[in-house]
């Protein structure tokens, strides 16, 4: 390396580096052309030069990706030597540097995920919130971040990624294994952890089996100074997750026929985005018009009681003195009566819990993040059965009762048909002895960093 650009980097002088750029502008591709260089912005990165390394990185993008002779990426190189402003200068930079895999696979995250200090700690948080996908990534050992922490008995580094996997609901990649066939209870059980053992219970697979087929309580007791009290309540959670216990290899659910909940969220269009918007705002603007119709009726309701016996067949008729003689009503009651209120009745209640019906299948297919759409919509439903139940006349006790049971059965399967079909999927999903997944189908997101 040219001595000037040396002392550049010492100085951290970006305006001597563009010195140099202006006399030789191929300084930087000379220096690049070994598969594993030493870069400007290795050296920079190592000797904690913030300035001098953000300018590189932004002169030459690539270098930030490059690994040296020793397998470490910039990123790595400035986390050994603990120049965290440089780290976070770099990552503000490109977040997806985060998941540059060094020596044995080891990206950033791995690195401090097996580190206790404060610092150390920060720094995971903020590649956490920076680049939440790098929890995907594995080591050449098959190991997550969460691996890396345990075996490194670093319990501030999993307390970190525990609760990160916990807010965003991501305890799944808990169940991943490494080359070995263990989760993170298994090494937990290995390295003799009762405390991050007793963190796990209740969000990992208490049944699952390493390579070896041994279960966490077996490894867990085979240690001569394992925790008794720690052992008794992994036996009791075994007891409890046995019903739940994974049987179905991930081939053998994608042989298998599509569940009934996949089957709807196809039908309703859920992974069609403009379908399933269509379908939504359709079904809403349905639910408002029907539940309006049903608040103001054609004729709408009687203002008073009446208690006048009929003069006919007629709802109004006049006597000698042309005075209005009424059916029997009572205030708050529908006007309309006869074949026409039944006929009104039935069309619109029909579309009104069909609409709130296809609002619920699609509000199912995300649960339980859209329960609240799921809840308000069931108010509404019940809200629209018991005003016909007040407003409904009472001339005709049987017609009314045959209503009310027709409206009853519409809200009853309205409200558990797709909690139905929805327990059913996730049951089918629970027997699933997957070793990993992808971030992105937790998150449900196209387009994570």
């Known amino acids: 390396m040219d001595p000037r650009l040396q002392l550049a980097i010492a100085n951290d002088d970006v305006a001597e580096l563009h010195s140099l750029l202006v006399e030789e502008p191929k300084l930087l591709d000379r220096l690049s052309k070994d598969p594993f260089p030493n870069t400007p912005l290795h050296v920079a990165a190592a000797a904690g030069k913030t300035h001098l390394a953000m300018e590189m990185a932004i002169l030459k993008p690539s270098f930030a990706r490059k690994l040296d002779p020793n397998g470490y990426s910039p990123m790595h190189l400035a986390l050994q030597h603990k120049y965290y402003r440089t780290v976070r200068a770099l990552m503000t930079l490109d977040p997806k540097l985060i998941r540059v895999r060094g020596q044995g696979g080891l990206t950033p995250l791995h690195f401090v995920a097996g580190k206790e200090g404060d610092n150390e700690m920060e720094i ?18 098959c190991e997550t971040a969460v691996h890396v922490a345990v075996k490194s008995h670093s319990l501030k580094a999993f307390k970190v990624l525990f609760g990160w996997l916990k807010r965003l609901h991501l305890t799944k990649i808990l169940d991943w294994k490494d080359e070995n066939g263990n989760n993170v209870l298994h090494i937990a059980a290995f390295e003799n952890q009762p405390e991050i053992i007793r963190l796990l ?9 390493n390579f070896e087929e041994k279960t966490a309580l077996e490894i867990f007791k085979a240690n001569p100074s394992f925790n008794h009290n720690v052992a008794k309540r992994l036996q009791r959670q075994i007891c409890l997750a046995r019903p739940f216990t994974p049987t179905l290899s991930l081939s053998q659910f994608f042989s298998a026929e599509l569940t009934a909940g996949e089957r709807s969220a196809y ?44 003069a006919n067949a007629t709802v109004v008729a006049t006597n000698s003195s042309s005075i209005a003689i009424e059916k029997p009503h009572e205030a708050g009651n529908m006007i309309l009566s006869g074949s026409s209120l039944y006929v009104f009745t039935v069309f619109n209640g029909t579309a009104f819990f069909f609409s709130i019906g296809t609002i619920w299948a699609i ?3 995300q649960f339980p993040k859209t329960f609240m759409v799921y809840f308000s919509m069931s108010i509404l439903g019940l809200a629209y059965f018991i005003s016909h139940l007040i407003e409904f006349p009472n001339s005709n006790e049987v017609a009314k009762q045959i209503l009310e049971g027709f409206y009853g059965s519409l809200l009853t399967a309205a409200l558990f048909l797709p909690v139905y079909v929805w327990a059913m999927h996730v049951r089918v999903l629970n027997r699933i002895d997957a070793t990993r997944r992808h971030v992105h189908v937790f998150l449900g997101s196209k387009d994570r960093k």
């Open 124 to 141: 995971l948080a903020e590649f956490l919130s920076s680049c939440g996908s790098s929890i995907e990534d594995l080591t050449s050992r």
């Open 201 to 209: 219970i209740g969000h990992v697979n208490i049944n699952e089996k």
């Open 267 to 310: 039908f309703f269009g859920f992974r069609d985005e403009s379908a399933r918007d269509m379908i939504l705002l359709v079904s809403t603007l349905i639910a408002t018009a029907t539940y309006q119709a049903a608040l103001s009726p054609p004729g709408g309701y009687w203002q008073e009681n009446s208690s006048n016996p009929p």
């Open 363 to 365: 509000a199912i297919a």
